[in-house]
């Protein structure tokens, strides 16, 4: 109220000058005042200064990006509201949402989260060298709650935002399938961005469209290939479109790191002969045996995070948790089938009692721990699937 009335005496005490310009726009500033978690960043404090709004860059899947404009009180939610209106996936059934996103790490915001606050974090995290493999950290708009997998036009910006989303999935070992499968998805992906086979091609960069790093190649289910054996020839458009990977070393490629150079060839020649067997596919027909193959997984859908339980022998240690619209799985990690499934219906209480510890308390008081660094996540997830069975069943009792 103080700051408010000093405003309007300013402003009437000066009137027509550079002072009333500032009084009139602090006046605006203060009626979208929201709490604030970090001091402004500089280039805050610079627009500011120039009584303008802030630019932002918000980043998706497949290398596009949105510059918006936001105040210092503008939120997440105002930010994917207005995203969601651009792409027409505002009637979407699947939820879209804000992500804090540095090389592999994501982490969503909640709608009432100050975008000029994470930007200031973001500065922050910056100055002390707080990132993963020297990667800055970004807005990332994608995917949060797969809600409807199946009623999606496969011609709508939404499928292509899922299938940028599977993509990256897949390379990053999130989808549990056989050397095979992955092949083919591999070639696939290669019809969609390329195109057809030409004589003599080869894939260089084979970390694009193969999870080369998250899944150890089996011989027997490649052909042999001698020590010395090369392929000839280029792809010159590979990859344009596909994510920008972690800072590399000239002489070294970490994909490949303790991986025999024979079996990358394998792997390579394995993709190009499933490659050529694509021969006129259309890029949208590529696009679509993609999804279906991995709609084919009866998990799909699900957002998987590593954590690792040591309660006892019922499990391996090594777990995914799989969270999705119907329940929560647990899986072995890279198999299919899920090794215990727990409706939401059948969850007492989840969360973290301590840090690093995610907790879950099932129908018959069964009590389920897991080490993870993901608990807010999982949380975050688990909350928002829980929301939106809340508010379906409502709309259903009020018909």
Known sequence: MFHTVSLIRS????????????????????????????????????????????????????????KISITSATTAGEVVHKLSLGIGVQGSKNCFALFEQCGDVYKAMEDRVVIADVLAKFERYEAH???????????????????????????????????????NDVLQGRFPATTQTLVRLAALRIQYEVGDYRSGASIPDIETVYPLKKKMVKDEDLPHIDKGFTLKGTLRGLGRNTLKKLKQSQDENPAHKGIDSAEIQAVKVAVSDQWKKLQGMPREVAQQQYMDVLRSW????????????????RYPHELWLG???????????????????????????????????????????????????KVLEIAKLMKAYINAIVKDRRAQTSR
């Not at 802030?54 to 290398?63: D, R």
């Not at 797969?146 to 993509?167: C, H, I, R, W």
């Not at 009866?298 to 022998?313: A, M, N, P, R, W």
Request: aromatic share 14%; glycine share 8%; with cysteine.
């Open 11 to 66: 402003r009437d005490r000066y009137p027509g000058s550079e002072m009333v310009k500032f009084a009139n726009f602090c006046s605006e500033a203060i009626k979208r005042t929201r709490p604030r978690d970090f001091p402004p960043s500089k280039d805050e404090i610079i627009a500011c200064l120039g009584r303008r709004e802030l630019t932002a860059v918000v980043y998706c899947f497949g290398g596009g990006t949105c």
């Open 129 to 167: 060298g707080i990132n993963e493999g020297g990667k800055r950290w970004r807005l990332f708009f994608k995917l949060f709650c797969f809600l409807d997998t199946k009623n999606v036009s496969p011609d709508s910006l939404e499928a292509g935002f899922m299938f940028e989303q599977a993509y």
């Open 298 to 313: 009866d998990g799909y859908g699900s957002t998987l995070f590593d954590v690792e339980y040591k309660q006892d022998s």
């Open 323 to 373: 969270v999705n619209a119907r329940n929560v799985s647990l899986y072995k990690r890279g198999d299919m089938q899920p090794l215990a499934s727990f409706p939401y219906e059948h969850i007492l209480s989840f969360g973290a009692p301590v840090p690093n510890l995610y907790k879950l308390v099932v129908e018959g008081n069964e009590q389920l721990s897991f080490e993870t660094q």
